[in-house]
């Protein structure tokens, strides 16, 4: 399983973003599948994770109510919408998946794409 990020850039505080995380090769639906993010001089944090099996989205309270998760299965892409965007958003953000799971341990993930730079400045 290879994922691929896309679709960071740099937009300004309050527009929206979504980046995709493409799948080469299997179904996504039976893995978890993670969104983190690492700022310069920050350890990498857990964005949020769509669960296969149980079914289940957790969030970073920091993210709550402005980032959401979506899967095209035919296209075996996830896809993270991120609106009203702020300047503590910016990092690096990692697609990360790991099979059969119900959670997304950052330590524990079988599979991470490289990242996708997002920057949010006026």
């Known amino acids: 399983l290879q994922l691929v990020e896309s679709g960071g850039g740099l937009v300004e505080p309050g527009e929206s973003l979504r980046l995709s995380c493409a799948a080469s090769g299997v179904d996504l639906d039976n893995y978890a599948v993670g969104w983190f993010r690492q700022a310069p001089g920050r350890e990498r944090e857990g964005v949020l994770c769509?669960?296969?099996?149980?079914?289940?989205?957790t969030y970073a309270a920091s993210v709550k109510g402005r980032f959401t998760m979506s899967e095209d299965s035919a296209k075996k892409t996830a896809f993270l919408q991120m609106n009203s965007l702020k300047p503590e958003d910016t990092a690096v953000y990692y697609c990360?998946?790991?099979?059969?799971?119900?959670?997304?341990?950052?330590?524990?993930?079988?599979?991470w794409g490289k990242g996708v730079q997002v920057t949010v400045s006026s």
């Open positions: 769509f669960s296969g099996k149980t079914g289940d989205t």
């Open positions: 990360a998946a790991l099979y059969w799971s119900d959670s997304c341990p950052p330590q524990g993930m079988d599979y």
